[in-house]
């Protein structure tokens, strides 16, 4: 029986308004004009990526939310990101470093729409996945032609709408430059250090739609990763 995800016609705004992104891969075709100088560190707006917890105290309206996230976090309420208003901006901290920005609203036709055309501008999409099922552009587009991936992408969207989360994967790189990578994890792990990754999901979730985008730098958090001390331990 299909949830009430399953009921919502992403696909027209899907094909209709991100259609080239899904071919961007294939066809190599994006014209970007990205200043990553400009964009250095940026995660979303002017939130920059290590930014100390301390700046976002209730002085600026922000609230702890840790409990509701799973990990130290600050909210907003009732934020404006392109032209429409989002219920909750979320800022997610490691270290009490912040590492991870995410806005969520219900799902509506237009602010979804809206966020896969403004995501067209700057980022490329890599990769669809629903809670059991990963479908990599990159590593598609190398062995199958333009229709078959067309329908996978199709496939995979239905599968995901029907059992009630779907994840859009883009990466800020134009989709000329991801031609020579594998797979979209090879692409994040050797592009600039400063190309976020954006996150879109649409997720049901108590009989009711949800709709969400999460902006990351996976290079820079993995290299801090790397760089963070483990205490030493015998095995």
Known sequence: MPTFLGTIELNH????????????????SSALSMDVKAAETTLFRDLKYNAPLSAFGSQQGYYDCSDEVGLVARCV?????????FDTQMLMFIGNRLRGVELVT??????????MKALMQDFTLVMLQTSDRRLDLIEASQREG??????????????????GELTYLFFEQP??????FPNSV???????????????IVREKDDEA??????????????????????????
């Open 146 to 163: 333009d229709s078959k991936l067309r329908a996978r992408v199709s496939e995979i969207e239905s599968i995901g709408l029907s059992s």
């Open 77 to 85: 309420d009732r934020v404006k990101f392109l032209g429409h208003e």
């Open 175 to 180: 989709a000329r430059a991801l031609k020579v």
């Open 186 to 200: 090879d692409a994040m792990i050797k592009s600039p250090r400063t190309a976020r990754r954006a996150e879109v």
């Open 106 to 115: 219900a799902f509506k036709p237009e602010p979804y729409a809206s966020l």
């Open 210 to 235: 949800w709709l969400s985008v999460r902006f990351s730098l996976p290079r820079l958090a993995s290299e801090d990763l790397i760089k963070t001390p483990v205490p030493k331990e015998k095995f």
């Open 13 to 28: 705004f899907y094909w209709g308004l991100a259609r080239p992104l899904a071919c961007a891969v294939l066809l190599a």
